[in-house]
């Protein structure tokens, strides 16, 4: 079984300055990983992915995530946060080949300070 | 830009009533999921479908929840006889294939209180 762990409940964080989401999984398989992003009162997007290859991702947003497999995290960052990105994240796991089964974590709100 | 729509956004119904909500996936999209979001919480899947087939319902509490795809397109997720503990936001997403690698597109889900 897979599981997702995201340790940070809220981060609050000053605009302008640089955030990490940790994010840590269990599987026993290989993995595909992804984090999601929901605004308030909407359903999730998806905000970047690790398939295969490179194992430094980024988004069209500005948020990078570094796939580490000895470490099992995939934390998601960005240097500079915005008013805009003041949402909840979500990391989620999903075990290579077959149909997709993904577990999610519990989640992270990031609270943009101004 | 295609979407996937759900139906209503909110609801309020009593406990022991019946609850129904609706979904209609992008266009061409085989597989179609169906999430409850507890708040405070990460999504779970209930139900997967591929085409009008069902591949996992194994976190589906079964004795009060169906749902079905009877053309492989739509769907409908129900809830009868509701309870409290069924207050949730209830999410409906879709895929061109279902595959692991195969991006999932979310509706803005219906938020479902028990009173």
């Known amino acids: 079984a897979q599981s997702v762990t995201q340790l940070d409940s809220q981060v609050p964080v000053f605009e302008e300055a640089p955030v990490e989401l940790r994010c840590n999984y269990s599987?026993?398989?290989?993995?595909?990983l992804f984090w999601y992003v929901q605004y308030p009162n909407q359903g999730l997007q998806l905000l970047l992915k690790?398939?295969?290859?490179?194992?430094l991702v980024e988004s069209i947003n500005g948020f990078e995530a570094e796939f580490n497999k000895s470490q099992t995290s995939f934390h998601l960052r960005k240097p500079s946060v915005h008013i805009s990105d003041t949402a909840e994240y979500f990391c989620?796991?999903?075990?290579?080949?077959?149909?997709?089964?993904?577990?999610f974590g519990t989640g992270t709100k990031l609270q943009v300070i101004p | 830009e295609a979407e996937v729509a759900q139906s209503p956004r909110y609801k309020i119904t009593e406990k022991s009533q019946a609850v129904a909500f609706w979904c209609d996936p992008i266009?061409?999209?085989?597989?179609l999921y169906w999430y409850r979001q507890i708040l405070g919480q990460g999504p779970e899947l209930l139900v997967q479908?591929?085409?009008?087939?069902?591949?996992?319902d194994s976190q589906l509490p079964k004795d009060r929840f169906s749902a079905e795809r009877l053309k492989g397109v739509d769907s409908t997720l129900k809830i009868q006889p509701a309870e409290l503990g069924d207050s949730a936001m209830y999410l409906c997403?879709?895929?061109?294939?279902?595959?692991?690698?195969?991006?999932?597109?979310f509706g803005q889900g219906t938020r479902l209180t028990v009173v």
């Open positions: 997403a879709s895929s061109f294939s279902g595959t692991a690698n195969t991006e999932a597109f």
């Open positions: 599987s026993s398989v290989s993995v595909y």
């Open positions: 690790y398939l295969s290859g490179s194992t």
């Open positions: 989620a796991v999903s075990e290579t080949g077959g149909y997709q089964k993904v577990t």
């Open positions: 266009s061409g999209h085989a597989t």
């Open positions: 479908f591929q085409d009008e087939s069902v591949v996992d």
